[in-house]
């Protein structure tokens, strides 16, 4: 069967006793599904009530268990039988959104009224209180926070099911989801999701538009694909258990335009956005990045963009981290970051207001190669310059066009000649004084010294001497 056949399957066979007609004949439908990519003989999860998708056999014995067991209740986003993955695969040649059951993310983008609309009724749908009097959580907020503990305490799904049958027997008035899956879907609705994008090994290339259907990188040739070595002269493209194929690198970038249409949507948001023009104080005191001469000569440059106060500008900060927090296990992934400017000072540099723009992987530092990486952000604040996207601003309850520019980098020097591609080694080290520099060469050490930058001071100033 053809996989356009099962976008329409019907769930609510799901949760029925064992005996119940519509359950086999959805079990049936589930089987077909989920096994259309498998190849002969190969294993894949059983979503029965009592393996809960921890263990794995052949598709008659998931068949078989599902039928005598039922099938485990609350398990509607197929995600470990390939409901979703066709989307990540897609996003891994052409770039789309990664969300399950998000055919209609690009849609909503386009009509923002429609979108807007979505948006609101999520909030109030979810934005119920957890049990009758609570003022500390709504259902959303305890379900973020469930999330958290998840991520940072590292629990598998098996122990968040465990761990919230718990809170459901202590708490029985609290509206709590009954597992991992409905947890999931509810915050689905908030529409933030990242696109993967397959890179080369040795960082070239991204397989991404022109390069996204080739199986190996165009300029070094390396495999696109993890292979398992069968013998000396022969390997195999290692793949997941519905068949696909397993990439090398990926490149997790999450999109920017939704980012900032979901500032405007806030109320609270979409005033803190326009701070910089309406609230900042006007003293000639240094309080907010408006205050420099960067910001200043931008305007005179570029009135239109500076005539409308909710266009964003944003400041970009990248530099490489140890995900393991071990350094006997050295490994260097790259999270780029962008900080908000339009947003109050006292806010703008607060984690919770950093937009992730993506998490360039590891092993090993790309280098002057980053800027293979940073290809979607520059093609989306490009666009996000001569186009805008449509916006909806619930503070003045009107659509409007939210454009943004760039106004800096935050950076080390390491990073900066990563960023810049100016060197930061050597005789012109200094990006400020160029060609104007007052380096000398260690006869003896070998190396560059900066040893005349004290004429800067003051001239009464004692380091002078």
């Given at each position: 069967m053809d996989f356009q056949d099962f976008t329409t399957i019907d769930k609510s066979w799901i949760g029925l006793p064992r005996d119940d007609d519509a359950l086999k004949a959805g079990v049936q439908k589930f089987i077909d599904y989920a096994s259309q990519d498998l190849e002969s003989g190969q294993n894949f999860f059983c979503p029965c009530k009592d393996c809960n998708n921890n263990k794995r056999d052949l598709v008659s014995v998931v068949h078989g268990y599902i039928l005598w067991n039922g099938f485990m209740p609350g398990y509607v986003d197929w995600v470990y039988h390939g409901e979703g993955e066709d989307q990540v695969m897609e996003t891994t040649n052409t770039g789309n959104v990664v969300q399950d059951d998000d055919e209609e993310m690009s849609d909503l983008l386009q009509e923002m009224n429609y979108d807007a609309s979505n948006f609101y009724k999520f909030l109030n749908d979810a934005q119920v209180s957890l049990y009758p009097g609570c003022e500390i959580f709504s259902r959303l907020s305890f379900i973020v926070h469930l999330l958290h503990v998840k991520s940072l305490g590292f629990l598998n799904i098996?122990?968040?099911?465990?761990?919230?049958?718990?809170?459901?027997?202590?708490?029985?008035?609290?509206?709590?989801?009954?597992?991992?899956?409905?947890?999931?879907?509810?915050?689905?609705?908030?529409?933030?999701?990242?696109?993967?994008?397959?890179?080369?090994?040795?960082?070239?290339?991204?397989?991404?538009?022109?390069?996204?259907?080739?199986?190996?990188?165009?300029?070094?040739?390396?495999?696109?694909?993890?292979?398992?070595?069968?013998?000396?002269?022969?390997?195999?493209?290692?793949?997941?258990?519905?068949?696909?194929?397993?990439?090398?690198?990926?490149?997790?970038?999450?999109?920017?335009?939704?980012?900032?249409?979901?500032?405007?949507?806030?109320?609270?948001?979409?005033?803190?956005?326009?701070?910089?023009?309406?609230?900042?104080?006007?003293?000639?005191?240094?309080?907010?990045p408006i205050d420099v001469e960067t910001w200043k000569t931008f305007d005179k440059k570029h009135p239109t963009f500076a005539a409308d106060p909710r266009n964003v500008r944003l400041a970009l900060a990248t530099d490489g981290m140890n995900p393991f927090g071990n350094m006997l296990h050295p490994h260097s992934i790259w999270p780029v970051v962008l900080i908000n400017y339009n947003l109050p000072p006292w806010l703008c540099m607060k984690e919770e207001n950093f937009i992730l723009s993506m998490i360039i992987p590891g092993p090993k530092s790309t280098g002057n190669d980053i800027d293979v990486y940073l290809q979607p952000l520059i093609e989306e604040l490009k666009e996000l310059w001569d186009e805008g996207v449509e916006t909806y601003d619930i503070s003045r309850k009107e659509n409007f066009k939210c454009r943004a520019a760039l106004l800096g980098t935050i950076s080390d020097f390491l990073e900066l000649a990563m960023l810049s591609w100016w060197s930061t080694k050597g005789e012109f080290a200094c990006p400020c004084c160029g060609p104007d520099r007052c380096s000398e060469r260690l006869s003896n050490g070998g190396k560059y010294c900066y040893m005349h930058h004290r004429r800067y001071l003051p001239a009464g100033h004692h380091w002078r001497h």
């Open positions: 098996k122990g968040f099911d465990a761990l919230l049958g718990l809170l459901t027997k202590a708490f029985p008035d609290a509206k709590l989801p009954k597992n991992f899956y409905e947890a999931r879907t509810t915050i689905k609705g908030l529409g933030l999701g990242y696109i993967l994008i397959d890179a080369c090994v040795n960082d070239c290339v991204l397989f991404w538009k022109e390069n996204a259907d080739k199986s190996s990188c165009p300029v070094c040739h390396a495999s696109r694909w993890k292979t398992t070595e069968l013998n000396v002269d022969n390997e195999s493209i290692r793949r997941t258990p519905r068949g696909k194929n397993i990439s090398v690198k990926q490149l997790r970038y999450f999109p920017l335009n939704p980012r900032l249409q979901r500032l405007f949507m806030s109320s609270n948001t979409a005033s803190d956005m326009q701070y910089h023009a309406k609230k900042r104080s006007k003293d000639g005191v240094l309080r907010h």
